[in-house]
């Protein structure tokens, strides 16, 4: 067990009992690159955990320890600014930060972190540290938040405090997320629908082990062109206030007045849209065939439109399109590398992951890290269903 795993090294090393609180990690199933443009997305919660547990100190300090790099970093809470130093508590320090932004005020803690989630890998370690370190701040300050408020702070901490860009569906799923589910959020109203999934199936995430060098460059140009195709869109189609509003005959309607380029991110995300709300059906129909069918559909257009997918990518992504246990599989992330995800039959789940790995190595020379999950809860429904045992 992860909580007692990080209670014991919190008594270790602050001498003190804490309480614990944890976060899981997500993947993405369908809705890339529609977030930052008030669009759908549809993620899910995954079984690896950040556990943070916290205890009081009466001189008015953040203390915070990591397990995973074996260090402590500790300040004066009253004399905190926005000083992120490229480090790992940044992310801690951050929702600290924005706590005390929000009117929370926090009196000093002893906190440990902890964790099995891979850091780095995209399934999010750093929203899963965001959320375990709100939850357990809001905790030892007698304060709660509602989960969109939760969320926005966290993705407020990694926005503004760490420096990242990124949209709201991180923070929001691993919040938020429930067992058995996965989550159809609207990025602009953050609404969202807790969906179905069939427990035949299970979600193999497959980390291509390639991170493109230029990807953060690249990222950021995608980002760009993106918004500079929407603010065309929206200066010539009336009613379109944001790309999420937009459909392909808008863009065709002023596709001489951006760049190709423009037109083409902004075509795979305006497909994209349509295809979350098609997987939304597939879903409440029990229909993984056709879900899947929409995941291939997506990949191809972050592929070829969104231009942001690789060959080592598509050589998974090809691999386990072949597999008959395989419904659907696509990039999932940022793009330039990174991880797949693959929705597979359950009773078949290690054979299929043998044999991706076994192919994608005998193509690529790279042996992947692949990953058999299934949706689980958000820190919010861990903390209700701790609560009621
Ligand atoms: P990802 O979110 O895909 O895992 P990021 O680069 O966005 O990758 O975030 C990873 C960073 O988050 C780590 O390098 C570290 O700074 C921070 N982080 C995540 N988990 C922990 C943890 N348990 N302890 C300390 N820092 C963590
Ligand atoms: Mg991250």
């Known amino acids: 067990m992860i909580e007692k795993h990080v209670l014991h090294a919190h008594r270790e090393h602050f001498g003190q009992d804490g309480q614990v609180y944890a976060a899981p990690a997500r993947v993405n199933l369908i809705g890339e690159h529609t977030d930052y443009t008030g669009g ?63 009117g929370v005020v ?28 709100a939850m357990a701040l809001l905790k030892h300050a007698g304060a709660t938040l509602p989960l969109a408020e939760i969320a926005t702070l966290c993705r407020r901490a990694e926005n503004e405090y760490v420096g990242a860009k990124s949209g709201i569906m991180d923070q929001f799923v691993v919040a938020g997320g429930v067992v058995e589910r996965a989550m159809l959020l609207d990025c602009r109203s953050l609404d969202y629908e807790l969906l179905p999934l069939p427990s035949a199936v299970k979600v193999v995430i497959c980390n291509s082990m390639v991170k493109h060098a230029h990807a953060d460059g690249e990222y950021g140009d995608r980002r760009d062109e993106v918004e500079s195709g929407q603010a065309v869109v929206v200066q010539e189609r009336p009613g379109v206030a944001m790309l999420r509003d937009a459909t392909v005959a808008d863009l065709d309607a002023c596709r001489d007045k951006m760049s190709e380029a423009s037109f083409l991110r902004c075509r795979h995300i305006v497909t994209e849209n349509a295809r979350v709300l098609e ?3 597939a879903l409440l129909e029990g229909d993984m065939k056709h879900f899947g ?46 991880c797949t995800v693959n929705v597979v039959r359950a009773a078949d789940a290690e054979r299929f992951v043998e044999t991706l790995r076994r192919e994608y190595e005998a193509a690529t020379g790279i042996v992947a ?17 701790r609560g009621a045992q």
């Open 369 to 385: 890290d692949c990953f058999v999950c299934e949706a689980s809860d958000g820190a919010l429904a861990m903390l209700t269903h």
């Open 106 to 133: 926090v009196s000093g803690f002893n906190m440990t972190l902890g964790g099995d989630v891979p850091l780095g890998a995209g399934l999010s370690s750093s929203a899963s540290v965001e959320v375990a370190t």
């Open 279 to 281: 997987a939304r059906e």
């Open 40 to 102: 759908l997305v549809m993620p899910m919660a995954i079984g690896f955990q950040t556990v943070a547990a916290v205890s009081p100190r009466q001189d008015g300090r953040a203390v915070f320890y990591s397990m995973n790099f074996d260090e402590e970093i500790a300040f004066e809470i009253a004399s905190q600014g926005v000083s992120p130093s490229g480090h790992w508590s940044d992310y801690p320090a951050g929702v600290l930060w924005c706590l005390g932004q929000a």
């Open 293 to 338: 069918v929409l995941m291939e559909k997506a990949h191809v257009s972050f592929r070829d439109d969104f231009q942001a997918s690789c060959a080592e990518i598509d050589t998974l992504v090809e691999i386990a399109s072949r597999q008959p246990e395989c419904f659907g599989a696509r990039i999932t992330g940022g793009g330039f590398g990174g």
